[in-house]
């Protein structure tokens, strides 16, 4: 899906994304604040991310586009960060840290425990769309390993049993409602 490239060899084009959808604007707007060099590569993922919650296919073809940035490269610096997404996270998330530490204390045995019991495989979100299951590589708590984190509360020194039963928890305040 190639954009039309401005004159001057960048993809600045100011005319509205086709799809109309304002938050495009948001985009634009910080690739513009950094005129458009390749070195705001992440600052624009992250207000990216910040808008639509996620990285789809077609935003990063648009970033790639309008920075002139290769694609590859784009998905490269995108994957390389835990902290963005590729698909739209539910309601509550619950993050699992993957890193060394977390990982040699049982992290894995916490996301497996996670994931059946809520029936949702890890990196996915259940089909109601109140819980995502996540990773991340090393949360920077590492003191505290092993470390989860639910709707952006960390949990250290996390069981499988007492992660369960926090995500039990709000789950059932969710069904309250
Ligand atoms: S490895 Fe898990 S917090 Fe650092």
Known sequence: MAKKQSSNGKGQSKAPHPSGDERYKVIDRTMKRFKYEKDALLEVLHAT????GF???????????????????????????HLFTFEPLGKHNCIICTGTACHVKGSASIAEAISQKFNVPIGK?????????????????????????????????????????????????????
């Open 55 to 81: 990285l789809s296919d077609d935003l990063l073809i648009y970033i790639s586009n309008h920075l002139q940035v290769p694609l590859s490269q784009v998905y490269g610096v995108a994957t390389f960060y």
């Open 49 to 52: 991310q910040e808008t639509f």
């Open 125 to 177: 979100t259940t089909e109601d769309g109140l819980l995502s299951l996540t990773t991340a590589r090393c949360l920077g708590s590492c003191g505290l390993a092993p470390v989860t984190v639910l709707d952006g509360e960390v949990h250290g020194k996390a069981t499988d049993e007492s992660t369960i039963e926090r995500v039990e928890r709000v789950l059932a305040n969710e069904v309250k409602v």
